[in-house]
């Protein structure tokens, strides 16, 4: 308006020259406001993280200089991702992984340099100068040590010290981001890290647009020939003018998982030529419904999956408290598989991707593992519990049917249902419906109820049902490798399994974690204690008030040193060298015992996959005697750090407590934000030059070295079938291949053919040259490759289930490695050539940069558990937690560590070796590698 004013008295004819002037003035005005808000507006689109004072991380993610708690654009004050939960600090560019869990009580604006001097008055960034109950005590967080270590509100990192922190970003801030810490890895593929959340996309994504006023209908049963039964589901599917799909005719039924895989491979065989899929069981069903009320009433439930519904939560019963709070109202509460319409693709998401289906054993039962997934997620399908859709007939829902002309009324819930399913072994009440309503004469009726007698008589489905329940008493329920076969069993631990199911429920833990820590073999490795669970901060003594950080190594003699292994001796030197070491109890926050307490060459584990998970070993109540004795132990080990090494999944013994700073550890054992993961250190050297040759100078796309034996990790033995020769080489010898005291001919053509492959490469040529370095289990869930293929600088792939990664709480390993889940070894070729190269750049220098901070060597492995350590149990909100950990990952460890420390002694890795890789499993090697 005031640029159309100031044209107008321009072009007014009599203005005077003052009149003229203001109107250019205005006219001048006008447009430098244009142009800075254009200017504005683009610099923003184009580069909206910049513009936040944030550095481009990826192609779609922001990294800014503070953990503001903003999606930007969502409003969210705090937000999480959708597909993990996981809490989001900082923002994105767009809010497409965020939704938001806490409405702010203002929408928090965009902010300019105030955001780096701590001028702005938002709570959800942490800056000092709002903090009004903290005291000044020191200005700068990296003035010295002390001031470092200080914990607590008054600490100055989080009064005064981020404010210094980011002003020594300046503008140095992007290089620093830019080398070090690309900490947004872009997925390439949507379940890469083992993610199987549901797709919660709009119902009507799923509904081609909706805009095809017919979709295509498939029809579909699973049968493995045909019983009189499944003429009337023909006949139904028939009258209205489709044909019944019918798979499965001639094919051997080897379990109800077989039958959801059978459907899945028709569906992927029909993908392209259907939108909708209407299932029904074969030998039991009747269709009432036209074709258009079907697609009707199935939009009009606004779902992308319908299932049936009855009355039994069979064969789960126990999973009945677990489900959607619908069933809990809805007159038919629990999901029955014998029914089911949905979204052709959404249906194949849902076996593939959140069930993994064709990864399971054929012995599942297909109605259990769609209570499992609503279970798990209750929006994965609507239940149809008011038989708007599906009728079934079992039990007391029989005598909720009516007959009204030609179709069936639920009397209890007033709907007319589309089709009725004569579930159990009763079909008589299906006969009924069907003669009553007019689709069967009289004559028909007594052929069917003749056969049906005769199928009666000689037990047919029973006969049938009883096979199969035979065959499938104990299959493994989890996704495999090897779905059909089960370890459990083969490796004799079934009496064990019912052992450690019944301690896991009496310990109260979920369902689901039982079904998968039960049929685990490494869980049998030894007995394994339960921990006090800890709240997320360590409860301090009171007579410890921990001002500073500090950490006290108990004092022993000489003879008393020298008499430790020479690893856990070497800990205690590091940490005594530190400068959070105290030789003052009294203001000590952590206490590091004289007690070794590491289970060294398996002594507590009474042979592999044998030990007794329900006695504690020997040497384990001898520990646990020993760590009583300790000074400030205090009956519960509270404030007391014990590192453990060995391939034991869990603390063998009563750490009560006591942080667990342990490798291998299990994701059963594990205390999040408390207990500390570690990784093995590096048995083999790389130089810094060997680690930095970038990405796309490396001609191995992906590599593997070492031995198999008949016990060894069931992933093993798959790696030939992905080994090409030329850009995969993955090889696995037979661990005892060629030593004297067995005979080559004991092995086999095929020990001898991976005996060839396996000398044409070194583990030095392959670590060196590759880009991604596949990770499977060893003896335990941990392996050295882990670090091995950091200080490679090769791009760690790691396939190992239930194992929890090194410093997991502290470092994002999204961002430095691929982790998928083992059954998904077979892709993994195929999604690793799907990362575009600069990817793969920024996730190799990110490789590099973890490495030399925090994997170097056994001292730097040590100094970062502490770190873990320290910000988890003593800083004084989320939010400090949160600071201190973005800065870690943007600056490594705080301080530097002597150069003394960069390796780990060669006696050291002498005696870890001769443990861990005793000499009667070790193979020879051309580079002298450890296999």
Request: charge should be neutral; aromatic fraction near 10%; glycine fraction near 6%.
């Amino acid at each position: 308006l005031a640029c159309l004013l100031g044209i107008r008295t321009w072009k007014t004819r009599g203005a005077t020259k003052m009149q003229r002037f203001s109107s250019r003035s205005i006219l001048f005005a006008c447009t430098l406001i244009i142009c800075i808000l254009f200017l504005t507006k683009s610099v923003y689109a184009l580069d909206l993280c910049e513009f936040s004072h944030g550095v481009k991380s990826g192609s779609s993610h922001c990294l800014c200089a503070a953990p503001r708690t903003l999606c930007q654009g969502g409003g969210c004050v705090r937000g999480k991702k959708r597909a993990t939960g996981e809490q989001v600090q900082g923002f994105l560019i767009s809010c497409q992984d965020c939704t938001c869990i806490e409405a702010p009580s203002s929408l928090v604006q965009r902010r300019d340099s105030n955001t780096l001097t701590g001028n702005s008055a938002s709570s959800s960034d942490i800056r000092p100068s709002d903090r009004k109950d903290e005291s000044s005590q020191h200005d700068n967080i990296n003035q010295e040590k002390d001031s470092y270590f200080s914990v607590g509100k008054n600490s100055s990192e989080y009064r005064n010290g981020l404010k210094s922190y980011l002003a020594d970003f300046g503008e140095s801030i992007a290089q620093k981001v830019i080398s070090q810490c690309e900490l947004d890895y872009t997925g390439i593929a949507k379940r890469l890290n083992g993610d199987i959340t549901l797709d919660k996309r709009n119902w009507r994504y799923w509904d081609d647009h909706v805009s095809v006023k017919s979709p295509r209908i498939l029809i579909m049963t699973v049968a493995t020939h045909r019983e009189p039964f499944i003429e009337l589901t023909e006949l139904s599917v028939k009258n209205i003018g489709l044909k019944l799909h019918v798979a499965g005719i001639g094919e051997f039924f080897k379990g109800y998982g077989w039958k959801l895989k059978r459907t899945r491979k028709t569906l992927l065989e029909m993908q392209d030529d259907y939108d909708i899929v209407f299932f029904t069981d074969s030998f039991d069903s009747f269709v009432f419904s036209d074709v258009p009320e079907i697609i009707s009433r199935f939009r009009d439930m606004q779902a992308p999956m319908v299932v049936s519904a009855e009355v039994n939560c069979w064969p789960y019963p126990q999973l009945a408290k677990f489900m959607p709070p619908s069933s809990s109202t809805g007159h038919y509460p629990f999901p029955n598989s014998g029914g089911y319409i949905g979204y052709l693709g959404y249906i194949l998401h849902l076996y593939t991707d959140v069930i993994g289906i064709h990864h399971k054993s054929d012995c599942c039962d297909d109605q259990g593992e769609l209570i499992k997934a609503v279970v798990r997620d209750h929006s994965a399908f609507r239940i149809d519990h008011n038989a708007e859709f599906f009728q079934t007939l079992f039990g007391e829902a029989k005598s909720d049917v009516v007959i009204e002309g030609k179709r069936i009324r639920n009397k209890a819930t007033n709907t007319y249902p589309v089709v009725v399913h004569a579930n159990g072994w009763d079909k008589g009440p299906l006969l009924d419906i069907v003669e009553y309503t007019g689709y069967m004469t009289q004559d028909q009726r007594e052929a069917m109820l003749e056969k049906k007698a005769t199928l009666e008589k000689e037990k047919i489905l029973q006969a049938r049902e009883n096979d199969v329940n035979k065959r499938c008493a104990d299959h493994n329920p989890n996704p495999s490798l090897d779905p059909e076969r089960n370890y459990i069993q083969e490796y004799g631990l079934l009496a064990q399994s019912h052992v450690l199911r019944k301690q896991l429920e009496a310990q109260g833990v979920d369902w689901d974690t039982i079904d998968k820590q039960v049929y685990e073999v490494q869980e049998y490795r030894t007995y394994c204690p339960s921990l006090v669970q800890e709240s997320t901060r360590m409860r301090m003594a009171k007579r410890r008030p921990c001002r500073m950080f500090k950490v006290y190594v108990y004092p022993m003699t000489a003879s008393e040193e020298r008499k430790l292994p020479l690893v856990y001796r070497y800990v205690r030197d590091v940490i005594k060298a530190s400068p959070f070491n105290t030789d003052n109890p009294a203001e000590a926050c952590l206490f590091v015992p004289a007690t070794d307490v590491s289970c060294w060459c398996e002594e507590c584990m009474q042979g592999t996959y044998q030990g007794d998970i329900e006695k504690e070993h020997q040497n384990s109540i001898w520990i646990n005697r020993n760590l009583t004795m300790e000074k400030y132990w205090d009956v519960s080990g509270h404030n007391h750090v014990l590192f453990e090494f060995s391939d034991a999944p869990c603390i063998p013994f009563r750490a009560q407590a006591a942080i667990v700073a342990k490798s291998g550890l299990s994701e059963f054992h594990y205390r999040k934000n408390y207990d500390v993961s570690m990784p093995l250190f590096s048995m083999v050297t790389y130089s810094d030059e060997q680690r930095r040759v970038p990405a796309n100078q490396r001609k191995f796309l992906l590599t593997f070295r070492g031995t198999k034996s008949s016990r060894s990790d069931a992933v093993r033995k798959h790696l030939p079938r992905l080994h090409n020769g030329e850009d995969v080489i993955l090889l696995c010898a037979c661990r005892w291949y060629g030593d004297s005291a067995y005979k080559k001919e004991a092995f086999g053509k095929s020990c001898e053919e991976a005996e060839i492959e396996f000398n044409k490469y070194t583990y030095t040529e392959l670590a060196t040259n590759t880009r991604f370095g596949l990770i499977v289990e060893g003896f335990g869930y941990h392996s050295f490759r882990l670090t091995e293929i950091l200080a490679a600088g090769a791009i760690p792939v790691i396939a190992v289930d239930h194992y929890v990664l090194p410093y997991s709480d502290l470092l994002d390993w999204e961002n430095f490695s691929i982790r998928i889940p083992e059954e998904r070894l077979m892709d993994l070729p195929d999604l690793l050539r799907q990362i575009p190269m600069e990817e793969v750049d920024r996730m190799q220098r990110r490789v590099v940069f973890v490495f030399e901070q925090f994997f170097r060597s056994l001292a730097y492995q040590v100094h970062t558990a502490f770190e873990s350590i320290r910000i988890n149990q003593f800083s004084s909100n989320e939010d400090q937690v949160q600071f201190r950990k973005r800065k870690m990952q943007i600056d490594g460890l705080p301080y530097d560590l002597p150069a003394a420390f960069d390796e780990t002694p060669k006696a050291v890795i002498t005696e870890s070796l001769y443990c861990n890789t005793p000499p009667h499993r070790r193979k020879e090697s051309k580079d002298n590698a450890p296999m």
